[in-house]
């Protein structure tokens, strides 16, 4: 029984959602490989090969796939897939992206977006907000699933001697191109990645008023988050979002300033190791799982926090 675990990365750095994906197939058993496709990564695979637990490391290398077009790299997985009982991938947008089309090649079903390995064949995932867990057994030969990152604390990044193998790359599929990529310039730590996270809600009541986060998140080294209404009500960057409609995350310390805890919102934040939350209204539903609540005007009890601090 051997897995294979699809990289993240961009072509320079490997990204902190493969040591949790490692971490889930150290859960499964058996040995570890990891698949590195992109253009110009052979750092990205020589960091791979020094990842503990893991026994080898394949590279994919070509012009053609460092866009990390979806049908191209699906075509790579597939092109080694049958080596492998599980197939696994990092539930971020491209993992969600790929992972699909693997598994529907493969005629298997893909199972997503994992916060437990009970056995090789049986797997936990969140359903319904949150609110609930499904067990999902599979009696398909071959496992693709995508392990939700933020569920298992990643492996060590250092430690491992794997070899890398250089693959021949599959050929261009020519179904897609790539236009450009926008990618949101920010001094501070990226959300998903963040230690801390400081998130603010519709009770914030204006995009002018977020402003008033920044000298907090600036004293906690954090990063800044929002509620989907936030958002939607033009407070703040979508790319801020939190939730099971936006970013899943689960950093040391999150808090959470106006923001009642709709459980969508729950969903995506519920796994923080410390959850503080600021709220005027003592019903909200956020104070049902924060570790610390206060009832107080935010525009009071925010800036008196910061000077504390």
């Known amino acids: ?3 294979l675990v699809i990289a993240e990365h961009d072509n320079q750095q ?3 959602a493969t040591l949790n994906a490692v971490a889930a197939a150290q859960k499964i058993g058996g ?3 990891i698949l590195v496709v992109g253009g110009g990564a052979q750092d990205v695979a020589a ?3 020094k990842v503990a637990g893991v026994a080898s490391v394949l590279l994919a290398d070509a012009e053609h796939l460092k866009d ?3 049908e191209n790299v699906a075509e790579q997985v597939l092109a080694v897939a049958g080596d492998y009982s599980h197939i696994v991938f990092p539930a971020t947008a491209s993992g969600k992206n790929v992972a699909p089309r693997v598994a529907a090649k493969l005629d298997v079903a893909q199972i997503s977006d994992i916060t437990a390995v009970d056995s090789p064949d049986t797997f936990e995932r969140p359903i319904y907000a949150g609110n609930a867990v499904a067990i999902v057994q599979s009696s398909d030969e071959k496992k693709v699933i995508t392990v939700r990152v933020t569920a298992f604390d990643g492996v060590a990044a250092e430690g491992g001697t794997a070899e890398v193998k250089t693959l021949q790359a599959v050929a261009d599929s020519g179904l897609s191109s790539f236009v450009g990529r926008e990618v949101a310039k920010n001094d501070r730590p990226e959300l998903t990645a963040a230690t ?3 998130s603010g809600g519709r009770g914030m009541g204006s995009a002018e008023n977020f402003k008033l986060l920044e000298p907090l998140a600036d004293k906690l080294g954090a990063a800044l988050g929002a509620s989907r209404a936030a958002v939607d009500a033009g407070f703040a960057p979508n790319d801020w979002q939190v939730g099971q409609t936006g970013k899943i995350v689960a950093p040391q310390l999150y808090v959470a300033i106006g923001i009642s805890g709709a459980i969508q919102h729950l969903a995506g934040m519920k796994d923080s190791k410390v959850i503080v939350a600021i709220n ?4 909200a539903p956020i ?3 924060a570790d610390y609540g206060l009832v107080a005007d935010l525009f009071t009890a925010v800036p008196e926090l910061e000077k504390a601090i």
């Open 280 to 283: 005027k209204d003592p019903e």
């Open 31 to 33: 040995d570890i490989h």
């Open 68 to 70: 990390f077009l979806a």
């Open 1 to 3: 029984m051997t897995t």
């Open 47 to 49: 960091q791979a090969a």
């Open 287 to 289: 104070f049902g799982v």
């Open 14 to 16: 490997l990204k902190p």
């Open 196 to 198: 801390v996270v400081v």
